[in-house]
Antibody, heavy 120, light 108 residues
Framework: EVQLVESGGGVVQPGRSLRLSCVAS????????MHWFRQAPGKGLEWVSR????????DYADSVRGRFTVSRDNAKNSLYLQMNSLREDDTALYYC?????????????WGQGTLVIVSS | EIVLTQSPGTLSLSPGERATLSCRAS???????LAWYQQKPGQAPRLLIY???TRVTGIPDRFSGSGSGTDFTLTISRLEPEDFVVYYC?????????FGQGTEVEIK
């Protein structure tokens, strides 16, 4: 059974940092690209970042580029999102999502999300 | 970037009725690489359909997808109470992959 378990969310002041983690199981982690999505309260889905299987290709949404850094540790079946210079509009539920072998794919497994609230 | 526009924004129907949700792309979606997701309140999105018409294992057959090029449709043949939630389309035919803004199916 595929499982994606996020952690690291919380309440943080604007300008501070937070690191999200996602532990994957039930599939061959290093065969797949991995993605982060977010969803602000009452809003739609926003793609945040993706990383290919060997970290050789990394992409970001314009809204987070230069502030967020995605990484992975295939030995630990883990995905990370380092979020710096957080802003109030970064408040959202952040999802870890299993990608396909290709960088562009549909998404068959999503974690349950970890909530990030940026507020003074 | 391909922009996906879903219509209507909200669909008001009764249980047992047929729902037709539209997803229109700003340019042709390569290979009919279009997926549909269902999101219930408090839950992560769930993949229903990929390749425009291939239903994921375990998804009830009242859900069907069709279309190609720029026009795609998700049909729910007979609405069950648990189907009154939000649906998103996504294209993965070209980078960056993109999502529509969602259609909410509400009880009339």
């Amino acid at each position: 059974e595929v499982q994606l378990v996020e952690s690291g969310g919380g309440v943080v002041q604007p300008g501070r940092s937070l690191r999200l983690s996602c532990v994957a199981s039930g599939f061959t982690f290093d065969d797949h690209a991995m993605h982060w999505f977010r969803q602000a309260p009452g809003k739609g889905l926003e793609w945040v970042s993706r990383i290919n299987w060997n970290s050789g290709r990394i992409d970001y949404a314009d809204s987070v580029r230069g502030r967020f850094t995605v990484s992975r540790d295939n030995a630990k079946n883990s995905l990370y999102l380092q979020m710096n210079s957080l802003r109030e509009d970064d408040t959202a539920l952040y999802y870890c999502v299993k990608g396909g072998v290709a960088l562009v794919s549909f998404f068959d497994y999503w974690g349950q999300g970890t909530l990030v609230i940026v507020s003074s | 970037e391909i922009v996906l526009t879903q219509s209507p924004g909200t669909l008001s129907l009764s249980p047992g009725e047929r729902a037709t949700l539209s997803c229109r792309a700003s340019q042709s979606v390569s290979g009919s690489n279009l997926a549909w997701y269902q999101q219930k309140p408090g839950q992560a999105p769930r993949l229903l359909i990929y390749g425009a018409s291939t239903r994921v294992t375990g998804i009830p057959d009242r859900f069907s997808g069709s279309g190609s090029g720029t026009d795609f449709t998700l049909t729910i043949s007979r609405l069950e109470p648990e189907d009154f939630v939000v649906y998103y389309c996504q294209q993965y035919g070209s980078s960056p992959q993109t999502f529509g803004q969602g259609t909410e199916v509400e009880i009339k």
